[in-house]
Protein backbone atom coordinates (compact mmCIF):
# COMPACT_ATOMS: atom_id res chain seq x y z
CA UNK A 1 0.00 0.00 0.00
CA UNK A 2 1.32 3.26 -1.27
CA UNK A 3 1.59 6.31 0.74
CA UNK A 4 0.30 8.42 -2.43
CA UNK A 5 -2.53 6.72 -4.28
CA UNK A 6 -2.21 6.96 -8.13
CA UNK A 7 -4.93 4.98 -10.19
CA UNK A 8 -4.04 1.90 -11.40
CA UNK A 9 -4.22 2.77 -15.02
CA UNK A 10 -5.52 5.51 -17.44
CA UNK A 11 -5.60 5.25 -21.14
CA UNK A 12 -6.64 7.94 -24.46
CA UNK A 13 -6.08 7.71 -28.13
CA UNK A 14 -3.50 9.84 -29.67
CA UNK A 15 -3.83 13.17 -29.61
CA UNK A 16 -6.09 13.10 -26.49
CA UNK A 17 -5.78 14.95 -23.51
CA UNK A 18 -5.19 12.77 -20.45
CA UNK A 19 -4.71 13.16 -16.29
CA UNK A 20 -3.44 11.28 -14.03
CA UNK A 21 -3.78 12.05 -10.10
CA UNK A 22 -1.99 11.49 -7.08
CA UNK A 23 -3.44 11.96 -3.45
CA UNK A 24 -1.37 12.09 -0.12
CA UNK A 25 -1.90 14.06 2.97
CA UNK A 26 -1.05 16.97 5.01
CA UNK A 27 2.60 15.42 5.58
CA UNK A 28 2.91 14.94 2.26
CA UNK A 29 1.80 16.54 -0.27
CA UNK A 30 0.11 19.27 1.54
CA UNK A 31 2.97 20.63 3.12
CA UNK A 32 6.21 19.70 0.38
CA UNK A 33 6.02 19.73 -3.40
CA UNK A 34 5.62 16.93 -6.10
CA UNK A 35 7.52 15.55 -8.41
CA UNK A 36 6.77 13.41 -11.37
CA UNK A 37 8.84 10.50 -13.09
CA UNK A 38 8.45 8.70 -16.23
CA UNK A 39 9.47 4.88 -16.34
CA UNK A 40 9.22 3.95 -20.15
CA UNK A 41 9.09 0.30 -20.17
CA UNK A 42 12.51 -1.51 -19.19
CA UNK A 43 14.02 1.09 -18.76
CA UNK A 44 15.18 3.49 -15.50
CA UNK A 45 12.48 6.47 -14.45
CA UNK A 46 13.36 9.67 -16.02
CA UNK A 47 12.56 13.12 -13.94
CA UNK A 48 9.44 14.39 -15.61
CA UNK A 49 8.06 17.45 -13.57
CA UNK A 50 9.70 18.97 -10.53
CA UNK A 51 8.80 21.25 -7.76
CA UNK A 52 4.86 20.47 -8.65
CA UNK A 53 4.49 22.13 -12.38
CA UNK A 54 8.60 22.68 -13.83
CA UNK A 55 9.67 20.72 -16.44
CA UNK A 56 12.85 19.85 -16.69
CA UNK A 57 15.19 20.81 -20.19
CA UNK A 58 14.11 18.59 -23.06
CA UNK A 59 10.71 17.56 -21.31
CA UNK A 60 8.00 18.23 -24.31
CA UNK A 61 5.15 21.24 -22.97
CA UNK A 62 3.13 18.94 -23.82
CA UNK A 63 3.74 17.48 -20.24
CA UNK A 64 2.56 20.17 -17.08
CA UNK A 65 1.99 19.41 -13.20
CA UNK A 66 -0.14 20.66 -10.82
CA UNK A 67 -0.85 20.60 -7.44
CA UNK A 68 -4.18 21.88 -4.66
CA UNK A 69 -3.84 20.66 -1.53
CA UNK A 70 -3.43 17.46 -0.27
CA UNK A 71 -3.30 16.23 -4.42
CA UNK A 72 -1.62 16.84 -7.29
CA UNK A 73 -1.80 16.43 -10.98
CA UNK A 74 0.10 15.27 -14.16
CA UNK A 75 -2.12 16.55 -17.51
CA UNK A 76 -0.35 14.84 -20.65
CA UNK A 77 -1.67 17.22 -24.10
CA UNK A 78 -1.21 15.88 -27.44
CA UNK A 79 -1.20 12.28 -26.61
CA UNK A 80 1.46 10.24 -28.67
CA UNK A 81 2.44 6.58 -28.49
CA UNK A 82 5.99 7.22 -26.60
CA UNK A 83 3.89 8.43 -24.02
CA UNK A 84 3.36 4.72 -23.13
CA UNK A 85 5.03 4.40 -19.74
CA UNK A 86 4.49 4.34 -16.38
CA UNK A 87 4.28 7.40 -14.26
CA UNK A 88 5.08 7.84 -10.46
CA UNK A 89 4.58 10.90 -8.13
CA UNK A 90 6.63 11.32 -5.48
CA UNK A 91 7.05 13.49 -2.20
CA UNK A 92 8.76 14.26 0.71
CA UNK A 93 6.86 13.39 3.89
CA UNK A 94 7.46 15.06 7.42
CA UNK A 95 6.32 12.24 9.74
CA UNK A 96 8.73 10.12 11.43
CA UNK A 97 12.05 11.89 10.42
CA UNK A 98 11.47 12.46 7.22
CA UNK A 99 11.01 10.27 4.01
CA UNK A 100 10.69 10.27 0.02
CA UNK A 101 6.90 8.51 -0.50
CA UNK A 102 6.02 7.48 -4.13
CA UNK A 103 2.30 6.52 -5.32
CA UNK A 104 2.06 3.41 -6.75
CA UNK A 105 1.91 4.33 -10.13
CA UNK A 106 0.12 4.46 -13.44
CA UNK A 107 0.24 2.92 -16.44
CA UNK A 108 -0.31 5.27 -19.42
CA UNK A 109 -1.32 2.45 -22.48
CA UNK A 110 -2.12 4.96 -25.42
CA UNK A 111 -5.01 3.10 -27.74
CA UNK B 1 27.33 15.30 -18.99
CA UNK B 2 25.84 14.02 -15.72
CA UNK B 3 26.12 10.31 -15.51
CA UNK B 4 25.03 7.88 -12.52
CA UNK B 5 26.72 4.36 -13.97
CA UNK B 6 25.58 1.04 -11.91
CA UNK B 7 27.48 -2.27 -11.43
CA UNK B 8 26.08 -5.38 -13.46
CA UNK B 9 23.33 -7.69 -12.61
CA UNK B 10 23.76 -9.74 -9.61
CA UNK B 11 22.79 -13.59 -8.66
CA UNK B 12 23.18 -14.57 -5.31
CA UNK B 13 22.37 -17.07 -3.01
CA UNK B 14 20.17 -16.58 0.29
CA UNK B 15 22.64 -15.40 3.33
CA UNK B 16 25.29 -14.27 0.62
CA UNK B 17 26.71 -10.88 0.96
CA UNK B 18 26.58 -8.32 -1.72
CA UNK B 19 27.88 -4.58 -2.02
CA UNK B 20 26.64 -2.86 -5.54
CA UNK B 21 28.06 0.84 -6.77
CA UNK B 22 26.66 3.66 -8.52
CA UNK B 23 29.25 6.07 -9.90
CA UNK B 24 28.91 9.62 -10.62
CA UNK B 25 30.58 11.68 -13.40
CA UNK B 26 30.05 15.28 -14.63
CA UNK B 27 29.20 16.97 -11.66
CA UNK B 28 30.87 17.68 -8.17
CA UNK B 29 30.48 14.16 -6.32
CA UNK B 30 30.91 15.71 -3.48
CA UNK B 31 27.88 18.42 -3.52
CA UNK B 32 24.95 16.30 -4.56
CA UNK B 33 23.12 12.94 -2.24
CA UNK B 34 22.92 10.09 -3.95
CA UNK B 35 19.97 7.99 -3.40
CA UNK B 36 19.08 4.68 -3.70
CA UNK B 37 15.38 3.50 -4.85
CA UNK B 38 13.91 -0.73 -5.46
CA UNK B 39 11.61 -1.85 -7.80
CA UNK B 40 10.38 -5.26 -6.75
CA UNK B 41 9.51 -6.94 -10.08
CA UNK B 42 6.32 -5.92 -11.84
CA UNK B 43 6.28 -3.64 -8.60
CA UNK B 44 6.09 0.68 -7.99
CA UNK B 45 9.62 2.19 -6.89
CA UNK B 46 10.60 2.52 -2.99
CA UNK B 47 12.98 4.97 -1.54
CA UNK B 48 15.47 3.14 0.82
CA UNK B 49 18.03 6.02 1.67
CA UNK B 50 19.98 8.40 0.71
CA UNK B 51 24.03 9.84 1.60
CA UNK B 52 25.92 13.02 1.30
CA UNK B 53 29.29 11.73 0.00
CA UNK B 54 30.72 14.81 0.93
CA UNK B 55 30.53 14.16 4.67
CA UNK B 56 29.34 10.31 4.12
CA UNK B 57 25.92 11.50 6.08
CA UNK B 58 23.24 9.06 6.21
CA UNK B 59 19.49 8.43 6.36
CA UNK B 60 17.33 5.23 5.68
CA UNK B 61 13.71 5.03 4.61
CA UNK B 62 12.31 3.21 7.66
CA UNK B 63 11.42 0.13 5.80
CA UNK B 64 15.02 -0.73 5.19
CA UNK B 65 16.73 0.93 8.15
CA UNK B 66 18.82 -2.26 9.53
CA UNK B 67 18.13 -4.03 6.26
CA UNK B 68 20.95 -2.33 4.18
CA UNK B 69 24.08 0.08 4.12
CA UNK B 70 24.60 2.90 2.61
CA UNK B 71 28.00 4.47 1.32
CA UNK B 72 30.38 6.02 -0.13
CA UNK B 73 33.84 6.71 -1.52
CA UNK B 74 34.17 10.16 -2.65
CA UNK B 75 37.98 9.65 -3.66
CA UNK B 76 36.51 7.81 -6.46
CA UNK B 77 33.15 9.19 -7.13
CA UNK B 78 30.96 5.95 -5.90
CA UNK B 79 28.27 5.18 -3.76
CA UNK B 80 27.12 1.67 -2.71
CA UNK B 81 24.48 -0.57 -1.47
CA UNK B 82 25.16 -3.35 0.38
CA UNK B 83 23.37 -6.45 2.29
CA UNK B 84 25.28 -8.65 4.43
CA UNK B 85 22.98 -11.37 4.60
CA UNK B 86 20.67 -11.53 1.10
CA UNK B 87 16.89 -13.18 1.02
CA UNK B 88 14.88 -14.46 -1.59
CA UNK B 89 12.68 -11.09 -0.75
CA UNK B 90 15.66 -9.17 -2.17
CA UNK B 91 15.45 -10.15 -5.53
CA UNK B 92 14.22 -6.45 -7.00
CA UNK B 93 15.90 -3.64 -9.95
CA UNK B 94 17.81 -1.28 -7.55
CA UNK B 95 18.12 2.27 -8.93
CA UNK B 96 20.64 5.12 -7.83
CA UNK B 97 19.96 8.85 -8.47
CA UNK B 98 21.14 12.11 -7.65
CA UNK B 99 19.30 14.54 -5.28
CA UNK B 100 19.75 17.48 -3.36
CA UNK B 101 18.29 18.16 0.65
CA UNK B 102 17.34 21.54 1.42
CA UNK B 103 16.50 22.56 4.85
CA UNK B 104 15.88 19.21 5.67
CA UNK B 105 13.79 17.72 2.63
CA UNK B 106 15.11 15.78 -0.01
CA UNK B 107 14.51 17.43 -3.65
CA UNK B 108 13.70 15.75 -6.61
CA UNK B 109 15.65 12.61 -8.45
CA UNK B 110 17.44 13.24 -11.12
CA UNK B 111 19.28 11.60 -13.19
CA UNK B 112 19.09 7.95 -12.58
CA UNK B 113 20.98 5.46 -12.99
CA UNK B 114 20.76 2.29 -15.12
CA UNK B 115 19.71 0.01 -12.68
CA UNK B 116 21.45 -3.15 -10.96
CA UNK B 117 19.39 -6.07 -10.90
CA UNK B 118 19.92 -8.06 -8.44
CA UNK B 119 18.80 -11.70 -8.31
CA UNK B 120 18.28 -13.59 -4.89
CA UNK B 121 17.97 -17.87 -5.11
CA UNK B 122 18.63 -21.29 -3.87
Known amino acids: QSVLTQPPSASGTPGQRVTISCSGS????????VNWYQQLPGTAPKLLIY???QRPSGVPDRFSGSKSGTSASLAISGLQSEDEADYYC????????????FGGGTKLTVL | EVQLVQSGAEVKKPGESLKISCKGS????????IGWVRQMPGKGLEWMGI????????RYSPSFQGQVTISADKSISTAYLQWSSLKASDTAMYYC???????????????WGQGTLVTVSS
Open chain 2, 97 to 111: ARTSMVRGVIDWFDP
Open chain 2, 26 to 33: GYSFTSYW
Open chain 2, 51 to 58: IYPGDSDT
Open chain 1, 26 to 33: SSNIGSNT
Open chain 1, 51 to 53: RNN
Open chain 1, 90 to 101: AAWDDSLNGYVV
